[in-house]
T-cell receptor, first 114, second 111 residues
Framework: DSGVTQTPKHLITATGQRVTLRCSPRSGDLSVYWYQQSLDQGLQFLIQYYNGEERAKGNILERFSAQQFPDLHSELNLSSLELGDSALYFC?????????????FGSGTRLTVV | TQLLEQSPQFLSIQEGENLTVYCNSSSVFSSLQWYRQEPGEGPVLLVTVVTGGEVKKLKRLTFQFGDARKDSSLHITAAQPGDTGLYLCAGTDTGGFKTIFGAGTRLFVKA
């Protein structure tokens, strides 16, 4: 157990639907990062939050949004889902505002859009 | 655009052999990390290197950061089946806010 908790572990949904992925960071970590991993794209950075504020943005689609709550847990919302959104979504956390010392990853949410 | 290229993409070797995985970029990084990922799980941090020329050892794994902080290598001595997995390098930019991942090297060690 890495200390980063992601739910649900698996999610199957239809095209056009909206889903919410949840992440609780490791105790004491203030930063949360969201990554998408697919077979042909590798790990792609989506977005980072630090202590409730958006800190950095990667290749996140406009259909996707995220937030970090006062208790530091984070949610990634994916809407108008397309088949190509099927992937593993990972949340990671770190103590500080940068990932320079490395992240602690959760076990991921496997999203399948049918 | 920063890119991290890993090579080889795939490696299948016999138990007991040595191997080296490379991670290269044209960009300078403030730090570089190596992770190992098993199927269905998230990447697990193995090491972080921050100083050009730095060498770190973790049992049979040796990690080196290039002098110019643009590249890194991972050497495994006497590989074992338990070393099987996806090895990912990740570089953090000099601003410290963005970390990019290489595509990974998939290692399979046969008993």
């Amino acid at each position: 157990d890495s200390g980063v908790t992601q739910t649900p572990k698996h999610l199957i949904t239809a095209t056009g639907q909206r889903v919410t992925l949840r992440c609780s960071p490791r105790s004491g970590d203030l930063s949360v990062y969201w990554y998408q991993q697919s077979l042909d794209q590798g790990l792609q950075f989506l977005i980072q939050y630090y202590n409730g504020e958006e800190r950095a943005k990667g290749n996140i689609l406009e259909r996707f949004s995220a937030q970090q709550f006062p208790d530091l847990h984070s949610e990634l919302n994916l809407s108008s889902l397309e088949l190509g959104d099927s992937a593993l979504y990972f949340c990671a956390s770190s103590v500080g505002g940068t990932g320079g010392r490395g992240y602690t990853f959760g076990s991921g949410t496997r999203l399948t859009v049918v | 655009t920063q890119l991290l290229e890993q090579s080889p993409q795939f490696l299948s070797i016999q138990e007991g052999e040595n191997l080296t995985v490379y991670c290269n970029s044209s960009s300078v990084f403030s730090s570089l990390q190596w992770y190992r990922q098993e199927p269905g799980e998230g990447p697990v941090l193995l090491v972080t290197v921050v100083t050009g020329g730095e060498v770190k050892k973790l049992k049979r794994l040796t990690f080196q950061f290039g002098d110019a902080r643009k590249d890194s290598s991972l050497h495994i001595t006497a590989a074992q089946p338990g070393d099987t997995g996806l090895y990912l390098c990740a570089g953090t930019d000099t601003g410290g806010f963005k970390t990019i991942f290489g595509a990974g090297t998939r290692l399979f060690v046969k008993a």
